[in-house]
């Protein structure tokens, strides 16, 4: 099989006394997001979905909350790991497509910069990051503005073999 396919899932709590950081990037607002590192929803449910991919677990099973070394970590420092986890397997990424579910504050403008970080950190063009983001229409905790949350597909291929010249 030369492709996998993995899909991820987050959501935090947003709470007073919290930064907002969504992708990697630091959003100005009233609340951030609750959590035992930065609480990077995206960047989390991004790193579920490659994990799950190749059915090596969640981000708990690597960054447990009980480990103090990941209290306040930045997650594109997990992802990188993450990410290479995931090439050491022998393969990469193929593309990512997320959904950002938050009723407040509105992400279009931070969308380009969420996209150039992740691809900085993955080692990919930022063609291969989709991130749309919408709302959840008032309803649950994400329509109460209690929460944001993420959902994120990954598709991984086979990295190339390295073909060698014949001189």
Known sequence: MNIRIGNGYDIHRLVLGRPLILGGVEISHTVGLLGHSDADVLTHAIMDAMLGALSLGDIGHYFPPSDPQWAGANSLILLQQVNQLVRSQGWQIGNIDSVIVAEKPKMKSHIPTMRDKLAHTLEIDPNQ??????????????GREEGIAVYAVVLLIVVPEKTQSSF
């Open 129 to 142: 990051i989709g991130i749309k983001a919408t709302t959840n229409e008032q309803l649950g905790p994400v």
